[in-house]
């Protein structure tokens, strides 16, 4: 089949898979910050066995294969009496994996304040949540805009897990294996998935990118 | 609340060690309200370290640490209650890099003391005003020279209306000609009693301002005395050579 006639036939189912790429980005990477900062609080906070906690959790997400962890929660959590829709199984391993790097992302963030920011807010008599709030996370975010804008894209792209499980609406991978069971589309109809993922890494890369110059710190 | 014979700042025997370094040796000192005192002392004597005790940055190892005859809480909510009360000015400005020059000085009596907005931002023009650099307030402290950025920061602890104001070597990382303006910010602050310790370089400061001078040399207090007497006579053979050694520049 030629692109166009391909288009013609599954545009509409293109868009849609689209669409839902695009909502599992967006609702896993909003889970991945969300987690990610409350890990990173925890492992800056100053109760020892709970800093050791939030750095297990890393290394467990950020080390575990994104299809190993999909396996698991699709076959293993049955078990445990817990039947989830497969949307929310992939969502889980969507959000834990990202959240793990986007941890580490706030960690170097964090790093590039100068120790005396911390001792003038603590002399100031701010307590820990406050300083964390008003210092020590906007800062750690302003400076790894770039990197979490990385994170979004691969978080994207890890969203493909979404074709691993039969769920519908189908996302951007998975609409190239229906395509190809039903037709012939050949390297074309995946040609097609991989354009519109590109173009969407592309748009949010210059975002990324805009914010950045906007927030950036002067030092 | 309290009597005004109390002073503000009280150090009772402290002694601290950096591992096997005794940097401090039964320290026992006090600063009472509407008084200036100055630390000097060559490199090393532990006057930074002194300083930040006061308000337990650094921890001690024995002793006792008053403010306004009540020991200072070893940590939590009742330290931070009692850090708000003191006031500290670093050498290297520290401001906060991501606010402007407003939001620096807005920050603590917003988040802290939960000031409205509208009064804190008031509040904080007027001391912008005070020490300076009210025409810098919407700039971030990257863009100011370092003693625009100092004058900001003294601004910055002033707005937690502290008891005191304890300052690390202030003007140390200044250019020459921009000492002279933070310097006079505070001496206007001691003219208008407010209760200072100051670790300084700055002898002819120390001369116009303290009431007290202290000297440290290798962790102790080895002189104590008015500036006229200290600068004048001074009684150790330490005093005499640390003298004689910051005069030959
Ligand atoms: N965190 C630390 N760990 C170990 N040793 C330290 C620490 N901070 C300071 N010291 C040591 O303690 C001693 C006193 O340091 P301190 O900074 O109080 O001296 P200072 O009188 O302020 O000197 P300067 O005039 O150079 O600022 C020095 O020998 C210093 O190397
Ligand atoms: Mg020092």
């Given amino acids: 089949m030629s692109i166009s006639a391909l288009l013609d036939k599954y545009g509409s189912l293109y868009l849609q898979a689209m669409l839902t790429t695009w909502r599992l980005t967006v609702i896993s990477f909003a889970g991945a910050m969300a987690i990610g900062l409350i890990i990173t609080v925890i492992r800056v906070c100053p109760i020892k066995p709970l800093r050791y906690l939030g750095d297990f959790y890393v290394q467990i997400f950020r080390n575990i294969p994104g299809a190993a962890m999909l396996i698991l929660l699709v076959y293993a959590l049955p078990y445990l009496k817990l039947n989830f829709p497969y949307e929310t199984c992939v969502l889980i391993a969507t959000i834990m994996i990202p959240s793990a790097f986007c941890s580490e992302h706030l960690m170097s963030g964090m790093n590039t304040i100068a120790p005396g920011q911390i001792e003038a807010a603590r002399a100031l008599g701010f307590s820990f949540f406050q300083m964390i709030r008003r210092i020590v996370i906007p800062q750690a975010l302003r400076s790894a805009v770039l990197p979490l804008t990385n994170l979004l894209v691969a978080t994207m792209l890890t969203t493909s897990l979404a074709s691993q499980v039969p769920m519908r609406p189908r996302d951007l991978t998975g609409i190239v294996s229906y395509i190809n069971t039903r037709d012939v589309g050949g390297v074309l109809a995946f040609a097609i998935s991989a354009a519109l993922y590109c173009l969407t890494a592309l748009l949010l890369g210059q975002l990324g990118g805009w914010i950045d110059r906007k927030v950036r710190i002067l030092r | ?249």
């Fill in chain 2, 1 to 249: 609340m309290t009597e005004s014979n109390v002073p503000v700042i009280e150090l009772r025997h402290v002694d601290k060690h950096f591992g096997t370094l005794h940097v401090l040796k039964d320290i026992s000192l006090s600063v009472n309200r509407g008084e200036v005192v100055v630390i000097i002392g060559p490199s090393g004597s532990g006057k930074s370290t002194l300083c930040r005790t006061v308000n337990r940055l650094e921890t001690i190892d024995s002793g006792e640490i008053l403010i306004e005859g009540v020991p200072i809480p070893p940590e939590g909510k009742k330290l931070a209650a009692m850090r708000r009360q003191i006031g500290m000015v670093f050498q290297s400005f520290n401001l906060f890099a991501h606010m402007t020059i407003l939001e620096n000085v807005v920050a603590a009596p917003r988040s802290i003391l939960k000031q409205n907005k509208k009064d804190a931002r008031a509040e904080a023009l007027r001391l912008l005003e005070r020490v300076g650099v009210a025409d810098q307030k919407d700039k971030v402290p990257a863009q100011l020279s370092g003693g625009q950025q100092q004058r900001a920061a003294i601004a910055r602890a002033l707005a937690m209306h502290p008891k005191a104001m304890l300052f690390d070597e202030p003007t140390s990382a200044l250019d020459p000609e921009m000492i002279g303006e933070v310097l006079s910010v505070m001496t206007e602050l001691a003219g208008e009693g407010m209760t200072m310790l100051i670790v300084t370089h700055e002898m002819n400061f120390a001369r116009r301002v303290a009431d007290r001078v202290i000297f440290m040399d290798g962790g102790a207090i080895v002189e104590e005395n008015t500036p006229e007497e200290f600068f004048a006579h001074p009684q150790s053979q330490r005093a005499k050579d640390f003298l004689s050694s910051i005069s030959e520049h």
